[in-house]
């Protein structure tokens, strides 16, 4: 996310700084991907497949690297952009905010992004399950290659829709986690009736179900976000013009 206040339009005309303060939610959330990544990392850096938490495919051999690797360049993603979001880190720091989006996006979501490309096809979880990963990983990939062009082009209004597009992608895999437990305690009774005693096809059920909503209902907050934002400059304009 790279702004620039040399620019312009490099950021939102205010009448002055924002305050630290006034975004509460940015300190929970980089608590909770603090959190997240210190509990899903270390099995990955660990180099010892048996410490997976995805079973790998007999067929895929390099599965193990290639989680590990993907693991450890989403958790990069994560980590940075919650500085990325946070309005008073970027107007009071726009070289920094310039640096950790290029991280953000080089470091972070193309090679994850990439990764799960292949990851996706080899999910052990069944095809509902893969075809989510695949489309998270290709709309993960371009809203951030299209945020990043935007401000190369130095489009800032732009940037900043893409790069929100982005940063829900990036953070759905809490909501995935924390999907999966809700269905896992709701259908886990349901065992013996619905599944006929079959775990495989539970598992593979509660997996696609918290793959596909994992993703989608963080991206459409962020689209219901983006609009209210856009129907309230709207009704500003109205208000100024009469």
Known sequence: MTLSTEHPTAFPVRHSRPRWWQRPWVAPLAVVAIAFVAF??????????????????DFFPAHFAVLSLHVVFG??????????????FRARY?????????????????????L???????????????????????LWLGCTLAGWRMARQRRFVDHRRWMIRSFALTMSIITNRLWSVVFVI?????????????????VSTIA??????????????????????????RRRRVRQAA
């Not at 958790?75 to 008073?88: D, E, F, K, R, Y």
């Not at 953000?104 to 992004?113: D, M, N, T």
């Not at 799960?116 to 290709?138: C, D, E, I, R, Y």
């Not at 709701?186 to 539970?202: K, V």
Request: net charge neutral.
């Open 75 to 88: 958790s990069i993603a994560m980590i940075t952009c919650c500085l990325q979001i946070w309005p008073w």
């Open 94 to 114: 726009p070289r920094a905010h310039r640096i950790i989006g290029r991280v953000y996006v080089f470091a972070g979501c193309l090679p994850g992004g990439l």
């Open 40 to 57: 899903s990392l270390p099995p990955y850096l660990s180099l010892d497949p048996s410490r997976s938490r995805v079973p790998a495919p």
């Open 186 to 202: 709701t259908l886990w009774p349901q065992l013996e009736t619905t599944f006929h005693g079959d775990e495989t096809m539970m």
């Open 116 to 138: 799960a490309l292949v990851v996706a096809v080899a999910n052990p979880f069944g095809p509902v399950s893969s075809a989510s990963s695949v489309v998270l990983a290709l």
């Open 208 to 233: 696609g179900m918290s793959a596909w909503l994992g993703w989608v209902l963080p991206l459409l907050f962020a689209e219901w976000w983006l609009e209210r934002g856009d129907a309230a400059k």
